[in-house]
């Protein structure tokens, strides 16, 4: 997606081989008219995929997600990160580490919002080692839910997660993916052509 | 605003004189369209009002306020409950007690991306003890940035946030506001005849 592409070279810092930093527009402070566009784009990807249910995880998921969620016309669900004391044990867990800030969490769903039946479309704002939707994954399954697929904005085609995602034979849609970030520079590999 | 009374009161589940869950719709899985109207009518508030940022809180605040920011044509900055170690220093912080998680979480948000001259709009999910609003204001105040108003999606009226965040003089639009939750029945204040 040539638009998130740009805003990347524009706005993303490098700041090791390994980690891109994109506070500026989609982590912390959020472009809301680039979230507008990646919605739509998604949406444009799943719409003749039966799609009843987006499902994501806090925090930075969810502004992808909305805009999905809207031309689609299903809800979002995101999954948190711990059991907060107002939910009940009624849940579907599976355990996430992160490499970034170096600690698991449990990510969990409620099974009231997902059930048997549902046609799920994972969304993501990055896909690096896979430990995120691995998790999201696990939890689809255990409610007997499907994946239609998995929608990601940024992926680091240079780490592991994608390999092993798309070896499980689950569709995965990265809008912009990111081939180095060596010299301080991003690198994308070619856009898929369906893009 | 009497979508969101009809779906408090279709959906809500009263837990307690205190606890409203509305975790099928807001907290937890999101309903895309009626945070669109939810965006829309605090867009159509404070369409005049020079609004230049968002300032939300991670998790439930993004989604209302994706939609806002659309309209309005400005940037949403969630504050983070906790550091990251991909971020820098650069930081302005508070703390926020909260009572339904009984525990006190630092805020924060970064310097580059609330500054002097920004008038922000802070939106948040609910508005009960005021605790995350109140933090949310000393960030504001920390970047030199004037608050315009504080939208809020379900207020507690018949707690004591409203109240004191009123008092300081700053304006507050409630888009439900909560006279009660006993006997297991939401009743609302008379909505404000501006709404």
């Known amino acids: 997606m040539k638009l998130l592409q740009e805003k990347i070279v524009q706005e993303g810092k490098v700041l090791s081989e390994n980690v891109l930093k994109v506070d500026s527009f989609l982590n912390h402070q959020i472009d809301p008219v ?5 919605g739509n784009e998604f949406a444009a990807r799943y719409k003749d995929a039966g799609i009843t249910k987006i499902l994501t995880i806090e925090s930075s998921g969810i502004a992808p997600s909305m805009f999905a969620g809207i031309i689609l016309g299903v809800p979002i669900v995101f999954a948190r990160k711990r059991k907060s004391l107002t939910l009940s044990d009624n849940l579907f867990t599976s355990k996430v580490h992160s490499f970034t800030k170096n600690e698991t969490n449990d990510i ?3 099974k009231d919002f997902l059930v048997d039946g ?3 479309l994972i969304i993501d ?3 690096a080692n896979g430990q995120a939707v691995l998790g999201l994954l696990d939890i ?3 409610a007997n839910a499907i994946t239609s697929g ?6 680091k085609g240079f780490q ?7 070896e499980r034979g689950i569709r995965v849609d990265s809008l912009a993916n990111i081939k180095s970030l060596a010299n301080g520079k991003v690198e994308f590999f070619e856009e898929d052509p369906t893009a």
């Open 34 to 38: 680039l979230m507008q566009a990646i």
């Open 108 to 110: 969990s769903v409620s």
């Open 118 to 120: 549902d046609t799920v």
């Open 125 to 127: 704002d990055f896909l």
């Open 140 to 142: 689809v399954e255990q």
């Open 150 to 155: 998995v929608g990601i904005v940024i992926e």
């Open 160 to 166: 592991t997660g994608g390999s092993i995602i798309r």
